[in-house]
């Protein structure tokens, strides 16, 4: 078990492109969330899967981003016509549900920069 | 809704210091509360993890305190070193209405802490 493995780790990309990142969450964890971090801020919720199923949105996540999570296992996260206002860390967590105390792992982050 | 501030932003003391940094959040209905460690550019670092039922938690130099009823959490630090630099982030578990299972995390924007040997 490696832990939850993000790519790329960074990205760069003029205002206007379309980005996706990958997230592997650790094996046979069924629940996977992802985060934003903004410099100088603390990450904030962005949206919530069980299994293949994505359960909760936060209002942040605007008809620009898309989030999937076939066959539950890894996840990708869209983010369309992307704006400066997009560059951000974005963090992926999973846990799993026979844990007893839910404890989300983290990996290492995508970095974006939108010029 | 839930919002959670650490103070301060910024800490430097020298080696060997034994310091606290502070967590306040205004509902107090949580589940769990945690406390991060953030590298530069790097993910998250689960250090402590307190339970709502529960006062303190500790692990090696570290010690986290929960006061629900007050809103507060501290993280005490002792005989601080150089490699306990990193920004420390305190974050409050609130239970997903899609899941009442699953929980997120509600971050407070963290203390940047440098150590100087």
């Known amino acids: 078990d490696t832990g939850v493995s993000q790519n790329p780790r960074h990205k760069i990309t003029k205002r206007g492109q379309n980005v996706t990142f990958r997230c592997d969450p650790i094996?046979?964890?069924?629940?996977l969330y992802w985060y934003r971090q903004t410099l100088g801020q603390g990450p904030e919720f962005l949206t919530y899967?069980?299994?293949?199923?994505?359960?909760?949105k936060s209002r942040l996540l605007s008809d620009r981003f898309s989030a999937e999570r076939p066959k539950g296992s890894f996840s990708t996260l869209e983010i369309q016509r992307t704006e400066q206002g997009d560059s951000a860390m974005y963090l992926c967590?999973?846990?799993?549900?026979?844990?007893?105390?839910?404890?989300?792992?983290f990996g290492a982050g995508t970095r974006l920069s939108v010029l | 809704k839930q919002e959670v501030t650490q103070i301060p932003a910024a800490l430097s003391v020298p080696e060997g210091e034994n310091l606290v940094l502070n967590c306040s959040f205004t509902d107090s209905a949580i589940y769990n509360l945690q406390w991060f460690r953030q590298d530069p550019g790097k993910g998250l670092t689960s250090l402590l993890l307190i339970q709502s039922s529960q006062r303190e938690q500790t692990s090696g130099r570290l010690n986290a305190s929960l006061d629900k009823s007050s809103g507060r959490s501290t993280l005490y630090i002792a005989a601080s070193q150089p490699g306990d630099s990193a920004t420390y982030l305190c974050?409050?578990?609130?239970?997903?209405?899609?899941?009442?299972?699953?929980?997120?995390?509600?971050f407070g924007q963290g203390t940047r802490l440098t150590i100087n040997p």
């Open positions: 899967f069980q299994n293949e199923a994505q359960l909760e």
């Open positions: 974050a409050v578990e609130g239970r997903l209405l899609s899941d009442q299972g699953a929980q997120k995390l509600v």
């Open positions: 967590a999973s846990s799993s549900r026979g844990l007893a105390k839910n404890i989300q792992y």
């Open positions: 094996s046979e964890h069924n629940r």
